[in-house]
Every structure is written in C-alpha cells, then in structure tokens.
C-alpha cells in the first residue's frame, strides 16, 4: 500500500509568485495533516482536516495561505503570493482516526528567492 | 502553550546504548510520541507513551513519567542506520495534534 505522498519534491520560486502543494493521504485516512519546518526550527501544525472539513487550521501563518481538500481525498496548499518567510519543508500526514499516529510523507522543499 | 526540550546533537558508538531526553511543561498531558526522521526522508513513528512506565519494542524503548514532565527514547545495539533525528512531540489540553520539539540529531559513527 503507498504511503502518503507530496509533490513536487522540491519548488523554488520567486518572491510573489504562486505555488501549489499537493499531498497524497493513505487511502482511506480521513484525517490529514499539513505541518511545516523551517530551517533550525521544529516543526509546526499549519491544518487538519478531517475528511474535506477544516477541523483545526490554528496553525495556518496568514491568509496568503490556502488549503483545500475537495471530495475528501488528496489535498492543496497554495501560498500566495510568496514571501521569502516561508520557504521550508512542508509535511503533509494522514490517519485513520484522530487518536493514534500520523504517517508523514516525504515534504515538500520550498525555497522561496 | 507548550515547551519541549530536546539535545540539539549526541553522538554514539556502533554497538552501544543511548538515550535521547525530552522534557517538556504543558497543562492537560494526553500522549507524547517519538519520531525518527532520517535525512530528506518523512519522520516515521517509533512508540507512543501515556502513561507512566516503559515501553519496549525490539531495540528501541521509550519511557515516561508525567509527574515529572519528562521522556527518553532508549536505543539499544545502535547501527550506523540509526543515525537520524529523533523527534519528541507532545500532545495537550485536549488537542489531538502533537505539538514537536526541534528534535535530536544522532550520530552513530563506528
């Protein structure tokens, strides 16, 4: 069974463009999770959905942020327009029910220049 | 809020045990977890601990005391493999998402 998967792998981008993040859950997870590390930092919840709701999105930075999770499957996180802050590696996890562990998936590498 | 501290580095010897600490301050305590996360790859699950005491499986242990606000990660018969970050995150205050300390780079050297 593939595990949670995020595209692209890396994206480098100018300051003020756009960027679209794509993650992948376990199928079947309702539960998913996006998180963010920045560089020499922990790493932090942005949202959770659960299914195609928003559950919790305490964690999202500002409203150049957006995420979506349309029909309840794969979900977006679009940033714009960019700002040099927020490059990092962005996590996406997926769960089957609220209270047990996420499994993460590889991250996205944003580098914003 | 939440407070969790972790060594930013240790190192270790091929063969030998380490322990990995983690503290943390937060009110409404409902489970801490360790994550390993090897370089460019996703942190993967390693134990999960809500109440007091030890939790063993296979070469890796994880241990807590809520009284104390305090965790270790026990490795035992290190591999050169098993260097990587090892990440605490702790859940509170009747929140199911952990919140993560900046985790724990080990270095297995032989």
């Known amino acids: 069974e593939a595990g949670v998967t995020q595209f692209p792998s890396h994206s480098v981008i100018e300051k003020g463009q756009t960027v679209t993040l794509r993650c992948d859950p376990i199928?079947?997870?309702?539960?998913l999770y996006w998180y963010r590390r920045v560089m020499g930092k922990e790493i932090k919840f942005l949202l959770h959905?659960?299914?195609?709701?928003?559950?919790?999105e305490s964690g999202m930075p500002n409203n150049r942020f957006l995420a979506e999770r349309t029909g309840g499957t794969y979900s977006t996180l679009k940033v714009q327009p960019a700002e040099l802050e927020d490059s990092g590696v962005y996590f996406c996890?997926?769960?089957?029910?609220?209270?047990?562990?996420?499994?993460f998936g590889q991250g996205t590498r944003l580098t914003v220049v | 809020g939440q407070n969790i501290d972790q060594p930013t580095e240790m190192t270790a010897t091929e063969g030998a045990i380490v322990q990995i600490n983690c503290t943390y301050q937060?009110?409404?305590?409902?489970?801490l977890f360790w994550y390993q996360q090897h370089a460019g790859e996703a942190p993967t699950f390693l134990s999960y601990n809500v109440l007091d005491g030890l939790e063993e499986k296979g070469r890796f242990s994880s241990f807590l005391s809520r009284s104390k606000g305090y965790s270790y990660l026990l490795l035992k018969e290190l591999q050169m493999k098993d260097s990587a970050s090892y990440l605490c995150a702790v859940r509170s205050g009747g929140s199911y998402i952990p919140t993560f300390g900046r985790g724990t780079s080990l270095i297995v050297h032989p």
């Open positions: 937060t009110s409404g305590f409902n489970g």
């Open positions: 996890a997926s769960s089957q029910v609220l209270n047990t562990e996420a499994f």
């Open positions: 199928s079947g997870h309702d539960n």
């Open positions: 959905f659960v299914k195609e709701s928003k559950q919790d």
